[in-house]
């Protein structure tokens, strides 16, 4: 995605102003009002960052040297994408101090960017589960855009 700050703001407000319930797009005065205090302030720049910092991306050397690895998803976004990346992994299974640990690994590395995360998290849920949407969306590929 080539996007300059300001039209990545506009593409995550679309998503979270967008009437769920209705299967037109809508374009008065009334919005999802609940979801405008999700949307993240604006990036004034972006920065090179991993976007797949996990634990199984992270692999220490026999000299105590960290190797960061999979950068097949690494490009320039706002910082707290880095972040929105290093919780949206599967741990499940991990225990409260393995969670406790990741966080401040994470806090660490980029800073908490819980806000940003539910905003996120509420783009996804709502892009993936809205074809119609995503069609009259400006550069977002419908699936059968991408089979010719």
């Not at 008065?28 to 609940?34: A, D, L, S």
């Not at 040297?65 to 949206?88: C, D, H, T």
């Not at 101090?97 to 996120?120: C, H, N, T």
Request: net charge neutral.
């Amino acid at each position: 995605m080539h996007a300059a700050p300001s039209e990545f703001q506009s593409y995550i407000t679309f998503w979270l102003q967008y009437p769920q319930n209705r299967p037109q797009l809508y374009s008065g005065p009334e919005i999802h009002r609940k979801n405008t205090t999700l949307i993240p302030s604006l990036s004034t720049k972006f920065v090179f960052i991993h976007q797949d910092l996990t634990p199984r991306n992270i692999l220490i050397d026999e000299h105590r040297r960290m190797w960061l690895i999979e950068w097949e998803s690494a490009g320039f976004y706002p910082l707290y994408f880095e972040y929105v990346g290093m919780q949206n992994f599967n741990c499940e299974l991990w225990n409260t101090m393995d969670r406790f640990r990741w966080w401040i690994f994470s806090w660490i590395s980029v800073g908490v960017y819980s806000s940003e995360l539910k905003a996120l998290d509420k783009v996804m849920e709502y892009s993936v589960s809205n074809a119609f949407a995503r069609s009259k969306v400006h550069g977002v590929r419908r699936h059968s855009d991408t089979e010719n």
